[in-house]
């Protein structure tokens, strides 16, 4: 019996690559622990642990905790040779950055793992003491927001597995370095601090949505039908 390919965008609230995936044919969904923005059905609030095993044919992980694997975020959990931190957030304990950056690590591998022939989970360039952590992760693709039409900086890894690499759709000539068109592409790393700034850091550009739903859908489709 002919059944809907499945597809699930985790730990994305914004919709856009659930809704660009519906596009690409998909019985696609979302999950996070926020609610989504676009109040959709198709929408489950949650952990994707408890999502992972049913029974989806393609996902594509946008957003996973990384502010503990980051390399912007190393100098907060370790000195040279895992030592204590010269400084620490205001507020924050040495093992409560630790147990976050151990967490976030169990989730990044149990998302590489789940039961899903194809498998894309995105990140930041990851500090050293992540790698070390995570010794078996694929070596990402680094992308760029404009190599898909987005006038935007912001270094994204892409580890995958059953998948093949993005290729570029809309490749944007980068404007020069110091000028005011720069400093605007690169203005989601001076969003300013507020309740906001994780969203609005973190939320899919729609190119790269569009690429990755057209691409990997349609590479994963491909493998079903064979």
Known sequence: MFRSPRALAACERSGKLRRALIRRGFDAWSCDLEPADDNANNHIIGDVRDVMYMGWDLMIVCHPPCTRLCRAGQRWLYGPDKTHPKVLPKGRTWADLIKEFEE?????????NAPCPHVAIEN??????????????????????????????????????????????????PPKR?????????????????????????????????????????????????
């Open 124 to 173: 930041p360039e990851m500090h050293k003491w992540a790698k070390e952590r995570m010794p078996d992760i694929p070596v990402p693709q680094f992308v760029q927001p404009y190599w898909f039409g987005d006038p935007a900086f912001k270094k994204t890894g892409l580890h995958l597995r059953g998948l093949p690499e993005l290729t570029p759709t809309n490749m944007l000539t």
């Open 104 to 112: 976030a690590c169990d989730l990044f591998v149990d998302c590489m």
């Open 178 to 226: 110091g000028t005011d068109e720069y400093k605007q592409w690169g203005s989601i790393w001076r969003t300013p601090p507020g309740p906001n700034r994780a969203k609005i850091r973190s939320e899919t550009f729609d190119g790269f949505a569009e690429a990755a739903a057209q691409q990997w859908g349609d590479y994963a489709m491909k493998r079903l039908a064979v």
